[in-house]
Nanobody, 120 residues
C-alpha cells in the first residue's frame, strides 16, 4: 500500500487550500481513510475521517471549515480546508486501515509521508 500526499504549502490566515492523497495497492472493499496533522512540538491528531460507507467524522475544532472526500474510484482522498487559522499549521498525513477504530487507535494502518501546511 502506498499513500502520497500533496497540496500543502504556505497560506495566509483566512485562505483555503486542498490536500490530496493518492492511494494505491489497497485491495479490500472496506476501509477508513483519514487526515491527521502534527503541529510543531505536539502529538499527531486526527482531524477527519471517511469510511467506505461514506460516513465522515471531524475534530470539533475543524467542523465547518474542513471537508473530507474521496473520488469515485476510491483512489484519491481529499481534504478541503477553508478559512485557515494559525492553529492549522502542521504536517498533514493521510492514513488508511480496514476500520476507523484501528486507524485512530491501532498500529496496523498505512501512512503517507506527509505534506506541510504553514499558515501565516
Amino acid at each position: 500500500v502506498q499513500l502520497v500526499e500533496s497540496g500543502g504549502g504556505s497560506v495566509q490566515a483566512g485562505g483555503s487550500l486542498r490536500l490530496s492523497c493518492a492511494a494505491s495497492g489497497y485491495l479490500h472493499s472496506s476501509y477508513c481513510m483519514g487526515w491527521f496533522r502534527q503541529a510543531p512540538g505536539k502529538e499527531r491528531e486526527g482531524v477527519a475521517s471517511i469510511g467506505s460507507d461514506g460516513t465522515t467524522t471531524y475534530k470539533d475544532s475543524v467542523k465547518g471549515r474542513f471537508i473530507i472526500s474521496v473520488d469515485n474510484s476510491k483512489t484519491t482522498l481529499y481534504l478541503q480546508i477553508s478559512n485557515v487559522t494559525l492553529e492549522d499549521t502542521g504536517t498533514y498525513y493521510c492514513g488508511l486501515d480496514r476500520g476507523c477504530a484501528s486507524l485512530f487507535y491501532g498500529d496496523s494502518g498505512h501512512w503517507g509521508q506527509g505534506t506541510q501546511v504553514t499558515v501565516s
